[in-house]
């Protein structure tokens, strides 16, 4: 089974992104029945969704897994749902922030993520990893990024799935702001994204 795996570059300031941590980290490791290939997108709201389908074309992978950061979470947040919506709370990384506007013009409104959520929670949290289930991926490029590998899955007619994993800041990033925001160490992020992707092989 082959997986693309998908993390974000450093953005709003921090000089990490426990996404991009996490996906090299894992790239370097050898899974059963598991095939890795790996791509670290920019924090771009015009090129992150090119560089994704063109990973999707490129790879022609079985499983899109992309992992984000969401700093005010304390846990694991697998996400159900994507929305057809960007409303950037910061710029992106090239100056850019979008407000109420569509991903995509005539897209559905929303797409279900269609890995298997219940198992991936289950999974990470039998390994003694905090995981929770969240219906809001937000409406940044995390949110972006899983609705375009769903949109482009579905109306290209693919045998993927696809889905998004949100991870909180790295002890790292709360000293380097100064602030008392949730962290979780980059070990135990990767114990966690482990179990999903087994979770995930599991399910066929």
Do not use: W
């Not at 980290?25 to 059963?32: G, I, Q, T, W």
């Not at 999707?56 to 897994?65: G, K, M």
């Not at 929770?132 to 972006?144: D, H, K, P, V, Y």
């Amino acid at each position: 089974m082959k997986f693309l795996l998908t993390g974000f570059e450093s953005f709003g300031g921090s000089k990490i992104n426990p996404s991009e941590q996490v996906v090299r980290a894992l790239a370097r490791e050898k899974f059963s029945e598991v095939e890795l290939v790996i791509a670290i997108l920019p924090v771009d709201g015009a090129r992150a969704p090119e560089e994704l389908i063109r990973a999707i074309e490129t790879h022609q992978p079985d499983v899109v897994l992309s992992l984000g950061e969401a700093s005010s979470r304390s846990a694991i947040s697998i996400e159900r749902v994507a929305i057809n919506l960007r409303d950037d709370r910061i710029p992106d990384n090239a100056g850019n922030q979008s407000r109420d506007e569509a991903i995509v013009r005539d897209a559905p409104a929303a797409y279900f993520c269609t890995l298997p959520v219940r198992a991936m929670l289950n999974a990470a949290r039998a390994c003694g990893v905090p995981a929770e289930l969240s219906l809001s991926a937000g409406s940044f490029l995390c949110n972006q990024i899983a609705f375009t590998a769903l949109h482009f899955i579905a109306t290209k007619k693919i045998n993927a799935r696809a889905g998004f994993v949100h991870l909180p800041a790295l002890p790292q990033q709360a000293a380097e702001k100064n602030s008392a925001i949730p962290s979780m160490g980059l070990e135990t992020m990767l114990v966690g994204a482990r179990a999903a992707i087994e979770a995930i092989r599991a399910r066929g």
